[in-house]
Structure formats: structure tokens, C-alpha cells
């Protein structure tokens, strides 16, 4: 068969060269060379159909087109008698690709860069993808400060046009930070400058977070750190002039050199307000966290701008901007700022769409919303409603959204989407605590039952010291405008011999009911009545209060006193979380009476106050005091199993539970007065500074408890330092805590190392 050449086109790295031809009309196409490319594809990219005339022009264009697909490596276009044959070879297919070498990723996270760059397993092979690849994975790589990483591919050619890929790793070591220099700074130390930054020098502690292997990214946050901090100690004209890292020759060690101008210091002299400013004067200044007079911060001035933006949101113009421009007189170091303020429309909304919820009922997360529909946008609203949805439990994530109403400016529909979370348990645990040895429990419980938001529990615990069966019930809304009633039904059985508070027996069984009253978003009201029965039993071990607890009621070895009790309590929480909270305020005052008529008559005060002040990021000052008071009245005698036993976790940790106080016969007596106080640091596990799993902290904790005869002496209070650890673990709360008591005295029960492990697996 005989072939006319019709052109050969210069494409890459793939030469043709044009032949004279003369245009002909086609008869017919056939493709030569494929293997799995379809036919059709090639035809989609001819410029020509069966009828129409082929020329030089048309023949370039063709194999220009055919190059482009990336499908092949060589095209050829001939005319056989008026048939236009388009000879192809086509580039070999991926059978497949291996890595080698690679220990910091596995083989699922290179897979998944391959996939990015499509250079994957059936695909056309293509050279530049491979290189593509390379390039990604270095800069992985580079991301674990691993620049010496070297990648090496091996392609291997395989039968019926397959290749198969080998990417080679030879990692190399992480480089290390030898040397950060700052130049250029006089009004603070290089050391404090580098306390500013995350990237160090290695250390005693570098070794688990890794902050001494030099990341792009880490280095730019800290670059951005510093400049932050000269801003916020009103240095305007701070500049980052110029920054230099050198690399090691062995690519394993970095020097890193920051070239900063400080510039002055500037003092804030006014502030003026401009536009349409529609709320007070004084209302706008009240707002402001940066005042005249005070150094120049821009945390402050943000903060200044996102309140007064916050003001106006909450008043219903939603997308105000707000503006703070800065008039600076270099001469003197002063600045005065323009607040330019345009409120915008203020917007309504119109209409709340709940999705995501499956089980959870539409009402039970509209009755925690406090942005209404028809009422005016306030993303303070937005917030509460947010937090209070937050602490319901039942949801992993809430999101909250305002959308503009089409056609309609002044009108916004918000969007609330939720991703619901478990909230039924079925537990059975095993674990073990200082006071209460071995520990047996199974549980089952539902905080959103039927998805009315109503909880249901039933738990049993069981040890050497303690059997506790109790049955809970609560419906936070058991009226519209949300009063709250919870029952609660309990057995609970203690064998206390050999204990350090005493030789007793006691058999309770009770229950009570509980109405919570919202006072505010913030603070609520609570009123219980309850009601039980408890069998106290005595050995000829028991102490001499015990025995005459019992004798005094009548009993010879044992007796049965009930209890009738009123309580009224007082709770104001705004703490941003229940379990690893890291800012706000709690504090509670609670009374609790046992009424006239049932054996126990007595009173009982009890006043809680926490404090939470968040010193950085992710670091705390948690505050922690706490008073309580018991007495008899009507003649009769203070329960003794009702007193106030000091020590322990949640008292004064590092002395063992009822060990402070007053005591008979190395017994913990317990007393009707204690006063507790605490301060705890509160920090973020080295290299779990995310987590809200897990955290430490350092503590000092200082308490007593006192006898009915005896007066508060805070002279007297036992004091202890230490450090705890506190983990959500998968099998449930884990504390450890080991405290060394610094003021003690004689009698004192000390345990230095305390422990909670396994609620449950």
C-alpha cells in the first residue's frame, strides 16, 4: 500500500515536517495504532468529516489537537486513495505505583497526593504528573522539616504498553533551629522576643512538640507574632525590614535572622465618632476598650471595633461597617482615630429553618433559640442561642447563619444546622478510687429521650464500701416558659469499717423531686422536696459519737431515722463549658432543712464560688472557694454522716478523705463548718494544646473542717501544692493528682498520691 505524507507538525518535543500535498476530498477515515483509546475520540478531534476536504492547514491543526489530549506520543496523518489514515502511538497506561522508604507518611497519605495530581493506577502515563508528584511530596516533607528528603522514580516498561512506577524516599533528618538572631531590636530583649515566637532552639521539652524543627508556616505565624506584639505595645511603625534562613550543607540545621525597625512608641490622645451614628455618644465610648491617655494596642483597637460592630448588630443592623482610621504626629508619639460608622439597613428576619436534626424534635432546639422570627437580627441573640444549643449535649457541631432574603434587603432567613451526637449509653465499668477501693458499675442512660429532650438514667455501683442504685428523671421544660422538674429515686448501702472516718453501717433509701426555676439567660432558681429512710448499724468498734447517735434515737445496735427535706438554691453559671471550662463564673448558694416531724431536723448552707481567668490561649487561672454550715435544731443532734469530711479529691487533695479535721481514735469525725479555697493553673498538655480531652495543671489547696464547739481559725488551715492530670478517656474520666501538704498538723491522714480511674469501658 502506498502512503502520501500530507504534514509533519513541530509539537513539545515531537518533530514533524510539512510535505507539499495536494487537497483532497475524504472518503473515509481509519485510525491505525490504538489499543484503548476509542476511535470516537479521535474523530471528535479531527476538523474534518467523511465528504469534506482535507488540506495542509486542517492536517496541522488535526495533529495539534491529537498532541494536546496528553493521550500520545507520536501522530502521523497519510491519504490512501482519498482515505485519511491517522496512525497513532499511543503514551503506556499506570498498571501500578509503589513507594519505598517513607516512614513519616504511610502509604493511604502519598496515595492520596497521587490522586490530587491524577497519576493513578490505569491512567495515561505523563511524565510531567510524575514530576508534579515528586514536587508535592518534597514539599510534605518539607512540612516535617525533613528538607534534605530526596525522591528518586524508576519507570519500568511492562507488556501491552503498561509502566510500572517506583517512587523511592530517602528522607533524610529533620532540620533542626540552631540559632534565631534578632537584630535590630533596643526596647526589648532578644529573649523576650523570642518568647513571643513558638519556633525555638532545641530543648528539654522540644523533643514532643516539635517546635525546633523549622516550618515555613511556623515561621510565618511567628513573624506575625512579633509584629502583634510591638503593635500592641503601641509601636506603630514596627517593621519586619528583612529575614534570612540558612540552611545547614547538610540540610539538617537552620539559622534564622529577623532584621526589625521598632520605630516609637504611640500614646492614643482621642477618639471621634463620624457617619450616621443613630445610638448615644456615651453608649459608643462605653464600647471602647482602647480609652485616651493609654499606649496604643491593637488588640485593643480590634477588639474596640468588633464591639461597637457587636452594638450594632445586636440592635439589628447586621452587616454595619465600622471603621477606625488613624491620624498619627510622629513628632510627639501620638495618635487620634476617626471611628467612621455606617450602619446599613437594619434587618428583620424572617423566617428560621432547623435541618440536620433526625431525631431531635424541631421544638426542643426552637425553645433553646433566643432570636425570634419577625424581630430584628442581634447577634448576640445568635451567640446565646448558639452556646445555650452547644451545652444541650446533643449535638457534635451547631452552626448558625443568617441569608439574605432575595429581592427583599432588609430581611435575612437563618439558617440553624445541626450534626446530631449519640446521647444514649449502656456502660458497664470497672475501676478504682483511693476511698472506695474496687468499683463494679453499669449504667444506662439517655439525655434525649425520644427526642423530647428529656434525660433518663439508671445506674448501679457497687464496691466493698458502697451499693448505689439510682433511678433519675428530668424534663428541662416540664413548662413552656421553662421551669424544669426532675425526680430522683435511690438505694444506697455503706459499709464504712476500717475506714478513716469510722466503724458504721448505713441502709438509705430515698428520693426526691426538683424544679428549676431560669431567673436569666445566666442564673436559675432551684426548690426540692425529698424524703428518706436510713437504718444506721454499730459494731463494738465504733466510735463513741456513732453510739451515741444511735442511743440517742433509741436504738441498741442499730436504728431507722427519717428525713423530710426542703431545699432552695441559687445558681448563676457563665462559664463556657461544664466539663473543661477555661473561662467564665460559677456560683451557687443552696439550702437544704430537714422539716419538723421526721426524726432529722436540721439545716444545712452550702455557698460555691468559681473563677476562671484565661491568662493566654490556652492557659487558665481557675479560683476555687467554698463555705458550708450544718446544724440541729428542735434538740436534736447533727446527723453525723450528713458532716463536712475535709480532704481528698475536690477538697483539699494530698491529705486522704476526712483526714483534716477533727478526729477520735485516728477516725475522721467530720465537722458542721468547713472552709475550702484553691487556685489551680490550668495548661494545656504538651502536645495535646487543642484537645479538650486532656489537660494539667498546678494547684495550691488549702482547707479544714471544725467541730460543732469550735470556732473557724484560718490560722489552722491545712495547705498543699501539686500538679493533676485530668483525661476524658474513651473509658471515661481519668484523674491523677499528687499533692505535698505544706502546712499540717498531728492527727492529719496524709495520701499524697490520689487517683480515679475507669467510670467505665
Known amino acids: 500500500m502506498k502512503f502520501k505524507p500530507l504534514a509533519l507538525l513541530l509539537l513539545g518535543t515531537h518533530a514533524l515536517c510539512a510535505y507539499a500535498f495536494s487537497d483532497f476530498t475524504v472518503k ?34 488535526a495533529i495539534h489537537s491529537l498532541y494536546a489530549t496528553g493521550f500520545f506520543t507520536n501522530v502521523d496523518l497519510a491519504d490512501d486513495h482519498g482515505v485519511l489514515v491517522v496512525k497513532v502511538h499511543e503514551r503506556p497506561a499506570i498498571a501500578n505505583i509503589s513507594f ?88 526589648f530583649s532578644t529573649s523576650d522576643l523570642r518568647g513571643v515566637m513558638t519556633l525555638r532552639t532545641p530543648g528539654y521539652t522540644t523533643w514532643f512538640t516539635d517546635d525546633d524543627q523549622y516550618s515555613r508556616e511556623k515561621f510565618g505565624a511567628d513573624l506575625e507574632a512579633l509584629r502583634s506584639f510591638y503593635m500592641d505595645q503601641g509601636y506603630l511603625d514596627f517593621q519586619i525590614v528583612s529575614t534570612q534562613v540558612v540552611m545547614s550543607p547538610q540540610k539538617n540545621g537552620v539559622d534564622l535572622t529577623i532584621n526589625l525597625h521598632e520605630g516609637r512608641r504611640y500614646k492614643v490622645t482621642a477618639f471621634n465618632f463620624s457617619g450616621n451614628l443613630l445610638l448615644p455618644i456615651k453608649k459608643l465610648q462605653a464600647a471602647l476598650e482602647l480609652k ?9 483597637l480590634t477588639d474596640s471595633v468588633n464591639k461597637l460592630t457587636n452594638l450594632y448588630g445586636d440592635e439589628g443592623y447586621a452587616y454595619a461597617n465600622i471603621q477606625a482610621v488613624p491620624e498619627l504626629d510622629k513628632k510627639n508619639g501620638t495618635a487620634s482615630f476617626t471611628i467612621l460608622i455606617d450602619p446599613g439597613d437594619r434587618i428583620y428576619v424572617r423566617r428560621i429553618d432547623i435541618h440536620g436534626n433526625v431525631r431531635t424534635k424541631d421544638e426542643v432546639i426552637r425553645r433553646e433559640l433566643r432570636q425570634l422570627e419577625s424581630s430584628w437580627y442581634s447577634q448576640q441573640r445568635i451567640k446565646r442561642s448558639k452556646q445555650r444549643l452547644d451545652r444541650l449535649g446533643f449535638f457534635s457541631n451547631v452552626d448558625i447563619n443568617a441569608k439574605p432574603v432575595p429581592g427583599s434587603p432588609d430581611e435575612v432567613d437563618i439558617d440553624v444546622g445541626v450534626t446530631e451526637r449519640s446521647t444514649g449509653t449502656i456502660m458497664a465499668g470497672i475501676g478504682y478510687s483511693n476511698q472506695l477501693g474496687v468499683l463494679l458499675n453499669g449504667s444506662i442512660s439517655q439525655n434525649n429521650l425520644f427526642g423530647t429532650g428529656n434525660a433518663l438514667s439508671v445506674q448501679a455501683t457497687t464496691s466493698q464500701i458502697v451499693r448505689d442504685y439510682e433511678l433519675s428523671y428530668n424534663n428541662p421544660y416540664f413548662t413552656d416558659n421553662g421551669i424544669s422538674r426532675g425526680f430522683d429515686i435511690y438505694k444506697r448501702k455503706y459499709d464504712t469499717i476500717g475506714q478513716s472516718f469510722g466503724d458504721y453501717n448505713s441502709d438509705t433509701t430515698g428520693g426526691d423531686v426538683t424544679f428549676g426555676v431560669p431567673l436569666t439567660e445566666t442564673s436559675n432558681a432551684t426548690l426540692g422536696l425529698g424524703a428518706e429512710s436510713t437504718n444506721i448499724g454499730i459494731d463494738v468498734n465504733s466510735i463513741q459519737p456513732y453510739i451515741d447517735f444511735v442511743h440517742q434515737f433509741g436504738g441498741v445496735n442499730s436504728v431507722t431515722v427519717t428525713d423530710v427535706t426542703a431545699t432552695l438554691g441559687w445558681t448563676r453559671d457563665t462559664r463556657d463549658s461544664v466539663l473543661f471550662p477555661t473561662k467564665g463564673h460559677l456560683e451557687s448558694l443552696t439550702g437544704q432543712v430537714g422539716l419538723p416531724g421526721a426524726d432529722l431536723t436540721y439545716y444545712m448552707l452550702n455557698y460555691k464560688d468559681q473563677y476562671l481567668q484565661p491568662l493566654s490561649t490556652n492557659v487558665s487561672l481557675m479560683l476555687n472557694g467554698q463555705l458550708g454550715y450544718i446544724n440541729g435544731y428542735l434538740n436534736k443532734p447533727i446527723p453525723f454522716f450528713k458532716n463536712f469530711y475535709v480532704g481528698g479529691p475536690g477538697s483539699v487533695r494530698g491529705f486522704a478523705y476526712g483526714g483534716i479535721g477533727p478526729q477520735e481514735n485516728g477516725f475522721g469525725l467530720g465537722g458542721n463548718k468547713q472552709v475550702l479555697a484553691s487556685a489551680d493553673l490550668l ?79
Open 292 to 300: 485616651p491617655g493609654e499606649v496604643f494596642s491593637r488588640k485593643k
Open 28 to 61: 473515509d477515515i481509519r485510525v491505525e495504532g490504538i489499543q484503548r483509546i476509542e476511535p470516537g475520540t479521535i474523530f471528535n478531534y479531527l476538523p474534518v468529516k467523511v465528504g469534506q476536504t482535507m488540506t495542509g492547514s486542517k492536517a496541522s491543526e
Open 683 to 761: 495548661l494545656p498538655f504538651p502536645g495535646f494544646e487543642h484537645s479538650q480531652a486532656l489537660r494539667i495543671s498546678a494547684f495550691v489547696d488549702s482547707g479544714d473542717a471544725y467541730g460543732q464547739n469550735e470556732k473557724v481559725n484560718l490560722a489552722k488551715l491545712r495547705v498543699s501544692t501539686g500538679i493533676a492530670l485530668d483525661w476524658r478517656s474513651p473509658v471515661g474520666p481519668i484523674t491523677f493528682s499528687y499533692a505535698y501538704p505544706i502546712r499540717k498538723f498531728p492527727g492529719d491522714q496524709i495520701q499524697e498520691f490520689q487517683f480515679n480511674i475507669g467510670s467505665s469501658f
Open 100 to 187: 519505598s522508604g517513607n516512614h513519616t507518611f504511610n502509604k493511604k497519605v502519598l496515595d492520596g497526593l497521587l490522586k490530587d495530581d491524577g497519576l493513578v493506577r490505569a491512567r495515561i502515563f505523563d511524565r510531567r504528573q510524575l514530576q508534579r508528584v515528586i514536587t508535592d511530596i518534597k514539599e510534605g516533607y518539607f512540612s516535617k522539616g525533613k528538607y534534605g528528603v530526596q525522591v528518586t522514580s524508576t519507570v519500568t516498561y511492562l507488556p501491552r504498553n503498561r509502566v510500572s512506577i517506583n517512587l523511592h524516599i530517602l528522607e533524610g533528618k529533620v532540620a533542626k533551629i540552631q540559632h534565631i538572631n534578632i537584630v535590630g531590636n533596643h526596647d
